[in-house]
């Protein structure tokens, strides 16, 4: 149904300091942060006979139980807020998937793939849809996708989650209960207190000094982009091997880091090289969830936090490990939402408002539970997460290039790498990743080998 349709509103919350950012990329209905390509997606696949009556009431109970589903983000009036509306069913889009021979997985992906390219309005209630793919009776994918301005991963995840005990429950299994959900716009008000406490001033002032003077670092584009041309992103999937891995586990124990800032540590020496600069100012994405108790609640929480290492004078791929440990120990222990940094720091933007070069942001995928192989009530679900296949029409982020890294069961790390066909070519993409996964190789290898010969 559409907004104007939605009826009478059930609640008014301010907005989160998330959902202003989002406001700032606002270019209307058709592009940018409130179009209809920025939108969050993960499949998972289903083993066991769906009851099609029992998923769609399950459907329905998470969006009475999450309003930010069905929560309008008014905009065009001089104040903004958050509007809840009134509990609406989601639509549940069914496809018989018809079997070619190739292994499923293959078939999958390129499924998974085929929704991507979907649309989804932010002028659309419920912000939720699922489509659900289908081998045999017994065998598909169910595919949740979610408004990026109601969602994120993170969110996903607690709503499969929850889909999948209603729906148990709804199949008559004794299951355990929900917990009382708590909602977004809880947390848009508990982050007003929380932004005036001593310790987000605190923060504030971190902030100031740490990134004072520096701007965000972006890399040359292949082609500038014309005025108001719309995006048309794209994504490029590649994996690192065992080995690759193994490495990456293994130096982070020996240096007393996680995976994610070994990684990252090739990542700047990557964009270094492109640019050829030595202050690198690169954002990565965390969950945004500082505080514990809204951890099981659905909304867009994602930050943006811009870590900033000073490579000069650095001389082995060990000693960037370092820098970079520093760097994210220090950003994590002072998070803060990324317009309250920018505010600190307005400068860091600039890079921004270049048509001719794009941002690179990188995040390493951390979610919560229903990840491998989990059996409720008698369906068992998988998320789809080893992807290979490439796509050049997928959902759209606000702005620049993102990379999304994620550890699997199975002792690889899958790969993606987001981009602007209008700005970039996929060969230059390709490259990058060639390149990335040489440094990380050649880091992993010899971590004590000079950062130039990397």
């Known amino acids: 149904m559409s907004i104007s349709e939605a009826g009478a509103t059930a609640g008014r919350y301010p907005l989160s300091a998330n959902l202003g950012l989002l406001c700032i990329f606002d270019k209307g209905e058709t592009d940018g942060a409130f179009g209809p390509r920025h939108l969050v997606i993960h499949g998972w696949r289903v083993r066991g006979e769906l009851d099609l009556a029992a998923l769609r009431g399950a459907l329905d109970d998470v969006v009475e139980r999450h309003e930010i589903l069905r929560t309008e983000i008014v905009r065009d009036s001089g104040e903004q807020y958050q509007r809840v509306h009134p509990p609406c069913s989601p639509e549940l889009v069914l496809h018989d998937i018809t079997d070619d021979g190739r292994p499923r997985d293959e078939q999958v992906d390129d499924f998974v793939n085929t929704i991507e390219a979907g649309r989804l309005g932010a002028d659309v209630l419920p912000h939720l849809r699922a489509e659900l793919g289908r081998f045999d009776d017994r065998d598909g994918v169910l595919v949740l996708i979610v408004h990026h301005t109601a969602g994120d991963g993170w969110s996903l995840h607690v709503l499969i989650h929850e889909l999948a005990v209603s ?176 505010a600190q720091a307005p400068e860091i933007n600039k890079t921004y408002e270049r048509d001719d070069n794009a941002v690179c942001a990188i995040q390493v995928l951390q979610f919560p539970g229903m990840t491998d192989a989990e059996t409720v009530g008698d369906v068992e679900y998988a998320e789809v997460r080893k992807r290979t296949k490439a796509c050049q029409d997928t959902s759209d982020i606000p702005n620049g290039v993102l990379w999304a890294l994620d550890i699997l069961a199975d002792g690889e790390i899958a790969g993606t790498a987001r981009y602007n066909t209008e700005q970039f070519d996929r060969e230059t993409t390709v490259r990058m990743i060639e390149d990335y996964r040489g440094i990380l190789a050649s880091g992993l290898a010899d971590p004590n080998r000079p950062l130039w010969a990397l």
């Open 167 to 342: 729906y148990a429950r709804r199949r008559g299994f004794e299951v355990p209960a929900l917990p009382e959900a708590r909602q977004y716009g809880e947390f848009s008000v508990w982050q007003i207190d929380d932004l005036a406490s001593a310790q987000s001033e605190a923060s504030r002032e971190y902030w100031g000094a740490k990134l004072r003077g520096g701007r965000m670092l972006d890399i040359k584009a292949d082609r500038t982009l014309a005025p108001d041309t719309a995006a048309v992103y794209a994504v490029e999937r590649f994996l690192l091997d065992a080995e690759l891995t193994r490495g990456t586990i293994e130096l982070a124990r020996v240096m007393h880091c996680s995976p994610f800032m070994v990684l990252l540590a090739a990542f700047n020496a990557l964009l270094a090289r492109m640019s050829g600069a030595t202050d690198l100012v690169v954002p990565i994405i965390t969950s945004g969830r500082t505080d514990q108790s809204f951890l099981e609640t659905v909304g867009p929480f994602f930050n943006l936090v811009p870590l900033r290492t000073d490579i000069e004078g650095c001389r082995t791929f060990s000693e960037l490990v370092l820098r970079i440990r520093a760097t994210c120990l220090e950003a994590y222990a002072h998070e803060l939402p990324f317009s309250e940094v920018v």
